[in-house]
């Protein structure tokens, strides 16, 4: 990415797979992986990141999802 162009916030979710982790960003339906967590969210970037710079405009306004919320929930087990 080019430094000076603008720059957006997005969620990754990154969770434990086998022996390493699978990143999501919920508001491009984007995923990826690596062998660390750090890794995972590298390679979600550099995902997300290409498909802003070779998706089609209306590709991008048909995926974009503009409110992702993240909670925490309690739940009674037993």
């Known amino acids: 990415m080019n430094p000076s162009q603008p720059k957006q916030q997005f969620t990754a979710i990154i969770e434990r797979e086998g022996d ?28 997300v990141e290409l498909f802003f710079e070779v998706a089609d405009p209306s590709e991008v306004k048909r995926r974009l999802r503009t409110e992702v919320f993240i909670t925490r929930l309690e739940v009674a087990i037993g």
């Open 20 to 47: 390493g982790y699978v990143s999501l960003c919920p508001e491009v339906d984007i995923a990826s992986q690596g062998d660390t967590v750090e890794a995972a969210k590298q390679n979600l970037t550099e995902a």
